[in-house]
């Protein structure tokens, strides 16, 4: 459980001193309910919290710490991919989203292949942060030209053969570097991912519940968010099956 620093996200969301203090109340109250095993309390205080709304890693590390006291693994793995969206060297939480797939992976096993496989593209672009790609691409494009400066004062023979050749491969590096960059603000700024809350989640033929259920999914499995439909969104699997559930059933990142 982590203390969060409210008092500078309090200046930006609370309109008056006596809201900030509820707030902070609020919070410390939600602490306390936890550290004294009251989990469904302190779910509803970190809640009130978050709708204010106040946006913090340890908001959501501390509600995904309760949900996961609760059993509701789905909610509890929402909140741990939330603090990792907003802090990813939150070590704790990396901990704790990884505990609680493995605890998922051991109830249920996965009737429908390749729903949990994403793509090895998305996987690599997600290795590192949008900045560091950046300062990757920067710097070895920089050598690259800094290279190509150097030739002009090397003589032919194997010191200018080696040179080329070294500076070839830094030159596709720096290449690949600007393509997973490109990728990784594709996927931030134009996918829209989202967690299976319930434990089990229908997944029907269209925007109704009286459409026929296509296939099922688990609490914690990762999903694209695509279109919606007033109460309905459409929902894609990394395996290219589609459909349609309840917004509220799907914790979007």
Not at 6 to 26: F, G, I, N, Y
Not at 37 to 53: K, N
Not at 95 to 103: G, K, S
Not at 110 to 126: N, S, Y
Request: include cysteine.
């Amino acid at each position: 459980m982590r203390w969060m620093p409210l008092v500078l996200l309090l200046s930006l969301v609370a309109p008056s001193r006596a809201s900030a203090e509820t707030v902070d109340q609020a919070y410390a109250t939600a602490l306390k309910d936890h550290y004294a095993g009251h989990y469904a309390e302190a779910v509803a205080q970190f809640s009130r919290v978050l709708a204010i709304p106040v946006e913090h890693p340890d908001l959501h590390y501390n509600l995904g710490c309760a949900y996961f006291k609760l059993g509701k693994l789905g909610p509890a793995i929402y909140h741990f991919e939330r603090a990792l969206q907003l802090d990813p060297d939150a070590e704790d939480a990396v901990f704790n989203l990884q505990t609680a797939r493995a605890l998922m992976a051991d109830r249920v096993k996965d009737e429908i292949k390749g729903a949990t496989d994403q793509p090895l593209w998305t996987r690599t672009v997600r290795l590192l942060r949008p900045t560091t790609w950046a300062v990757l691409f920067l710097v070895l494009w920089w050598v690259t030209l800094g290279a190509l400066f150097l030739l002009r004062f090397v003589s032919p023979g194997p010191a200018r053969a080696g040179i080329v050749a070294t500076n070839s491969f830094v030159a596709l590096l720096a290449l690949l570097c600007g393509l997973l960059l490109g990728g990784r603000l594709y996927l931030d700024g134009r996918v829209t991912s989202g967690i299976v809350l319930p434990d089990t989640l229908a997944v029907r033929e269209g925007p109704d519940a009286a459409t026929h259920t296509s296939f099922r999914l688990h609490a914690g499995l990762k999903v694209r968010v695509q279109s919606g439909q007033g109460e309905w969104v459409r929902i894609r699997l990394p395996n290219g099956l589609e459909g349609w559930v309840r917004r509220r059933e799907i914790g979007v990142l």
